[in-house]
């Protein structure tokens, strides 16, 4: 038994069996007799499937079906569909420089096409092999245009404040809005207590909380690289700071990473960075049985690879859970389950993995205060919901932006 789809209409995988199957009867089929060499095509293979195009602000998806016609290879051919407000478009256009760019003809109307017409809006992208998530280009009349695998998301934590001291919140803002308000920010006596950085494209978004109140000295970084990172790790622990959070994210397929130190005293820490998925599992359960709890962790991906950094904390005997590579379903089981046997979240983490929305997460068995913690928003729903929330007197703990990819065509 095999499941396949087809161009019939189900609109879903359908169920063929064989072999002493009563019901089985092929009433006509196609067989290959022949391929085209696999390097032909290698290159464009791997930009074949579904994006988000943004052209001008304005988003919609395109499905990228085929890249050569085998008949007449290198000529314009029907690459797919695009999907907009009044319907799906056909796609037609060619892929040039061994896969390295693609010419779109995105058709003016829903109205079918000839396969290969060069009918409609051109456009042209820029494709990277370092890449295959995001690529950039432009319509013929220069307009900037985009694609990407993901949409961004955003899952958080909230707690009530108690109408306590002042806060600021900001999601989804770009470096130099970042720095510009961590700047105006702590010019008003406000200290930084949560920074999220995540890709979006190839560059970063931030999402940031800040509180209006006493404390110990602290410092901030964002955009470090790897090296960058550890050197200002080493300094300032060196000097009695303790990591409070860290977030790792990629600007440009390399990673970065923004966190928070304070000078103050506390149980004996640990923290890691760069980790890859069994190496971070093999920390895990080590600090684990040496009695350190863990109190928060980052996933990211770096171009096609998934890192974790994490820090953890010394206190034998706490009662905490903790999951990473869960998939939406599989996080809001655990979710569940864990908030009926009496822990709170203390910790989430949205990051994507090979297109794939993943969570890494943390639950304490402990007392507090009401909370509320949502995952899978977009924009606006993330907007709306901490809206919602901080009127009724909650505010955001952590925010996590990650970037939420499709499934197979």
Not at 118 to 142: K, P, W
Not at 316 to 332: D, M, P
Not at 390 to 409: E, I, M, Q
């Given at each position: 038994m095999f499941l396949a789809k087809n161009h019939w209409g189900e609109n879903q995988f359908i169920e063929i069996r064989y072999e002493n199957d009563p019901v089985w009867r092929i009433d006509s089929a196609w067989y290959i007799t022949d391929v085209v060499d696999p390097v032909f095509v290698q290159n464009e293979a791997c930009w074949l499937g579904n994006w988000w195009a943004d052209v001008g602000g304005s988003t919609f998806r395109?499905?990228?079906?085929?890249?050569?016609?085998?008949?007449?290879?290198?000529?314009?051919?029907?690459?797919?569909?695009?999907?907009l407000s009044d319907g799906r478009h056909d796609v037609n256009g060619m892929f040039l420089d061994?896969?390295?760019?693609?010419?779109?003809?995105?058709?003016?109307?829903?109205?079918?096409?000839?396969?290969?017409?060069?009918?409609?809006?051109?456009?042209?992208?820029?494709?990277?092999?370092?890449?295959?998530?995001?690529?950039?280009?432009?319509?013929?009349?220069?307009?900037?245009?985009?694609?990407?695998?993901?949409?961004?998301?955003?899952?958080?934590?909230f707690e009530h404040h108690g109408g306590g001291s002042a806060w600021q919140a900001r999601h989804g803002i770009d470096g130099e809005t970042y720095q510009r308000t961590f700047d105006e920010l702590t010019a008003q006596g406000f200290r930084l207590t949560s920074v999220n950085g995540y890709s979006e494209g190839r560059d970063a978004r931030y999402n940031a909380v800040w509180e209006q109140t006493d404390g110990p000295p602290w410092e901030a970084r964002h955009g470090l690289t790897g090296a960058e990172y550890q050197a200002v790790f080493d300094d300032?622990?060196?000097?009695?700071?303790?990591?409070?959070?860290?977030?790792?994210?990629?600007?440009?397929?390399?990673?970065?990473?923004?966190?928070?130190?304070?000078?103050?005293?506390?149980?004996?820490?640990?923290?890691?960075?760069?980790?890859?998925?069994?190496?971070?599992?093999?920390?895990?359960?080590?600090?684990?049985?040496?009695?350190?709890?863990?109190?928060?962790?980052?996933?990211?991906?770096?171009?096609?690879?998934?890192?974790?950094?994490?820090?953890?904390e010394k206190q034998?005997?706490?009662?905490?859970?903790?999951?990473?590579?869960?998939?939406?379903?599989?996080?809001?089981k655990t979710f569940d389950e864990l908030v009926n046997a009496g822990h709170r979240l203390a910790w989430v983490s949205g990051y994507s993995d090979?297109?794939?929305?993943?969570?890494?997460?943390?639950?304490?068995?402990?007392?507090?205060?009401?909370?509320?913690?949502?995952?899978?928003?977009?924009?606006?729903?993330?907007?709306?919901?901490?809206?919602?929330?901080?009127?009724?007197?909650?505010?955001?703990?952590?925010?996590?932006?990650?970037?939420?990819?499709?499934?197979?065509?």
């Open positions: 395109v499905l990228l079906r085929r890249s050569e016609d085998f008949v007449r290879p290198g000529q314009p051919t029907r690459l797919g569909a695009a999907y061994g896969g390295g760019h693609l010419r779109l003809f995105v058709a003016p109307g829903p109205a079918p096409t000839l396969a290969g017409a060069t009918v409609g809006t051109q456009i042209d992208m820029h494709l990277d092999f370092t890449d295959i998530y995001n690529a950039a280009g432009t319509v013929a009349d220069g307009t900037p245009v985009t694609m990407s695998r993901f949409r961004t998301r955003f899952a958080a934590l300032l622990t060196a000097r009695g700071f303790r990591l409070r959070t860290v977030s790792g994210y990629a600007i440009d397929g390399e990673a970065r990473y923004a966190a928070i130190w304070e000078q103050r005293e506390g149980p004996e820490w640990q923290a890691r960075h760069g980790l890859s998925r069994v190496e971070y599992q093999r920390t895990f359960d080590e600090l684990t049985a040496q009695g350190y709890v863990l109190r928060q962790v980052s996933g990211y991906r770096v171009n096609v690879d998934v890192r974790f950094a994490a820090l953890w034998g005997g706490a009662a905490f859970e903790a999951r990473h590579g869960l998939t939406g379903g599989q996080y809001q090979t297109g794939i929305a993943r969570y890494a997460a943390l639950w304490h068995r402990a007392e507090g205060g009401p909370w509320h913690a949502r995952h899978g928003l977009d924009a606006a729903a993330y907007q709306q919901t901490f809206d919602e929330l901080n009127a009724l007197g909650f505010r955001p703990v952590c925010v996590s932006g990650y970037g939420d990819g499709f499934h197979a065509a």
